[in-house]
C-alpha cells in the first residue's frame, strides 16, 4: 500500500476516455516539448549544405516556378497592383505552414511508434512539437517576406498602406495552425489503422491547394463556382492574410466565421478522438 502522506502524482491504467485531456500535465512535460522542437530542427539541417537556409530557399524556389509557370506562361490573373512576386510568396508561406504541421501531425504515430512503445509522456507533446516547429520556420519565412516588400517599396514605388487587417493575422495564423493541428491528428489515427490511406493524405493536399487562393486570388474565380474554393476553410484565411499584407483580398465576414467554426468542431472531434484511440493503436501498429 502507498503511505497517505504519499500522493501520486499520475496513474496509468488501460482504460481510455474520450475527455481524458490533461492540461497540466502536458504543460508540466514542457520541458519535454521544448527538447523535441530543439530535435526538429537539428535532424533536418544537420549535415545539410545551406544549413537552415533551406527555411527560405525552399519557398524561394517554389515562388520562381509559380511565377513563371502560372503568371509568365499560363498568364494566371492575380488581380489588383500587388507584384507576382509578392502575390505568390505570401500564399506560398501560408500554405508551407499549413502543409507542413499536418503533414508532420498526421504521421505522429507511424513516426514515433518506437518512442511510445518504450515510454510513457502525453502523446499530444509530439504533435505540439511539430506545430511550434512549423511554427518557427513560418515566422522566418514571414521575416523574410517583409524584407521582399521593403525591397519593392524602397526600389519598385510600390505603395503600402497599414490597414487594420494586418491586427487580423494573429488570428489566420491561430487558426490555420489549429486546423492543421486536428485535421491532422484525425488522419495520424486512422493512417495508423490503414497505412495505404497514407498514400490518400498526398493526393488530398495536392488538390486542397488548387481549391486554395495560393496561386490565384478569389476575386478571379467565376462567381457560379467560387462556392466550391469558399467550402475549402483555408479559403477565407489566405485572403485575409494578403488582405492584411499586401491591402489586397476577397473576404467575407460569414466565411470567416465559417473558418472558426470549423476549426473549433474539427479540434475538438481531433482531441477526442486522439485521446480515445491513442493507448490501443500502440497494439494496432
Not at 504519499?6 to 500535465?25: G, R
Amino acid at each position: 500500500m502507498v503511505p497517505a502522506e504519499k500522493k501520486l502524482t499520475w496513474q496509468i491504467d488501460a482504460k481510455s476516455s474520450y475527455f481524458d485531456f490533461n492540461l497540466p500535465e502536458i504543460i508540466s512535460y514542457r520541458h519535454l516539448l521544448f527538447r523535441l522542437v530543439r530535435k526538429e530542427f537539428l535532424v533536418n539541417y544537420q549535415q545539410t549544405l545551406l544549413g537552415p537556409l533551406w527555411i527560405l530557399f525552399q519557398p524561394l524556389l517554389t515562388m520562381v516556378t509559380y511565377v513563371f509557370v502560372f503568371n509568365k506562361i499560363i498568364g494566371v490573373p492575380i488581380g489588383g497592383k500587388t507584384p507576382p512576386v509578392l502575390f505568390y510568396f505570401t500564399g506560398i508561406v501560408l500554405w508551407n505552414f499549413f502543409n507542413d504541421s499536418f503533414s508532420a501531425t498526421s504521421k505522429t504515430f507511424r513516426d514515433n511508434i518506437h518512442i511510445f512503445s518504450k515510454v510513457y509522456f502525453p502523446r499530444l507533446i509530439v504533435p505540439f512539437a511539430s506545430i511550434i516547429t512549423q511554427f518557427l520556420r513560418f515566422l522566418i519565412q514571414v521575416a523574410f517576406l517583409i524584407v521582399i516588400l521593403a525591397y519593392f517599396m524602397v526600389f519598385k514605388n510600390l505603395k503600402f498602406t497599414v490597414n487594420a487587417y494586418i491586427f487580423a493575422m494573429p488570428l489566420v495564423i491561430l487558426v490555420v495552425a489549429m486546423i492543421s493541428l486536428s485535421v491532422g491528428l484525425i488522419f495520424s489515427v486512422i493512417t495508423a489503422k490503414y497505412r495505404d490511406l497514407g498514400n490518400f493524405i498526398d493526393i488530398l493536399v495536392r488538390v486542397l491547394l488548387f481549391v486554395t487562393p495560393v496561386i490565384y486570388p478569389l476575386s478571379a474565380v467565376k462567381e457560379h463556382i467560387r462556392w466550391i474554393v469558399q467550402l475549402n476553410p483555408l479559403a477565407p484565411l489566405f485572403e485575409l492574410f494578403r488582405l492584411g499584407l499586401l491591402g489586397e483580398g476577397t473576404v467575407s465576414p460569414f466565411y470567416l466565421l465559417y473558418s472558426i467554426i470549423f476549426m473549433i468542431f474539427s479540434l475538438f472531434t481531433a482531441l477526442l478522438l486522439f485521446n480515445k484511440q491513442s493507448s490501443k493503436l500502440i497494439d494496432v501498429i
